[in-house]
């Protein structure tokens, strides 16, 4: 079946520092593909997406390419800030809109001034 | 709005126990749907429901009940709790279900469920 695989974390960055988290599908066809945050004590929030390869979700200083050769959607942001701490889920779905998503294990991500 | 709002925001059941987490949204939207989150395990569909009198299950459903009476609200029943269902549930909304259209999904702030 479908399934997302995500770096393992968790993640300690300084403030400033360039993020990479890594995130790599398989799927019978061609998926949309997202990324959720979740901030402490909160629920999810979509954070970006591209529904077609070669696309580049963006947002918030985040940025993500849809890659069909390499089946793989990292996330990356150039200069970290303290409030980016979280947990970042990437996700597919197969159904064109983004219901019945399929999660990865998320990634916790921890900045330090 | 409020948004997705879900209740209670911690639970502690005993094995055998029944309870119902509520969910509710403002926003009227068609599609709601729940999931759980487990260590190592990211989010997981239990059931989803694409209109008012309309549910099915995804992908672990057992153990679990739903119905979809109104719009705005979409329960989760558990008949008979057991320790495998302690877990943080999250309910999410969008605004349709349409092959070919994207919408996004908002999520509620989650229940906490411990099953002793």
């Known amino acids: 079946g479908d399934s997302v695989t995500q770096m393992e974390g968790p993640v300690t960055l300084s403030e400033e520092a360039f993020l990479t988290i890594n995130c790599t599908y398989t799927?019978?066809?061609?998926?949309?593909l997202f990324w959720y945050v979740q901030y402490p004590g909160e629920g999810l929030q979509l954070l970006l997406k591209?529904?077609?390869?070669?696309d580049k979700g963006s947002n918030k200083g985040f940025e993500a390419t849809y890659r069909k050769e390499t089946t793989s959607f990292h996330l990356e942001k150039g200069s970290v800030q303290v409030s980016d701490s979280a947990v970042y889920f990437c996700?597919?779905?197969?159904?064109?809109?983004?219901?019945?998503?399929?999660f990865g294990t998320g990634t916790r991500l921890t900045i330090i001034p | 709005n409020a948004g997705v709002t879900q209740t209670p925001k911690f639970q502690v059941l005993k094995t055998g126990q029944s309870m119902t987490l509520q969910c509710a949204q403002d926003?009227?939207?068609?599609?709601m749907s729940w999931y759980r989150q487990d260590p190592g395990m990211g989010l997981r569909l239990i059931h989803y429901?694409?209109?008012?009198?309309?549910?099915d299950q995804g992908e672990v459903p057992n153990g679990y009940n739903v119905s979809r009476s109104t719009t705005e609200d979409f329960p989760l029943r558990l008949l008979s709790a057991a320790p495998s269902q302690t877990s943080v549930y999250f309910c999410?909304?969008?605004?349709?279900?349409?092959?070919?259209?994207?919408?996004?999904?908002?999520f509620g702030p989650g229940t906490r469920l411990t099953v002793t």
């Open positions: 999410a909304s969008s605004k349709s279900y349409r092959q070919g259209v994207n919408y996004e999904q908002y």
């Open positions: 799927a019978t066809g061609y998926p949309s």
């Open positions: 591209a529904t077609k390869a070669d």
């Open positions: 996700a597919l779905s197969m159904d064109f809109g983004n219901e019945k998503l399929t």
């Open positions: 926003m009227n939207h068609e599609y």
């Open positions: 429901s694409v209109g008012a009198g309309i549910t």
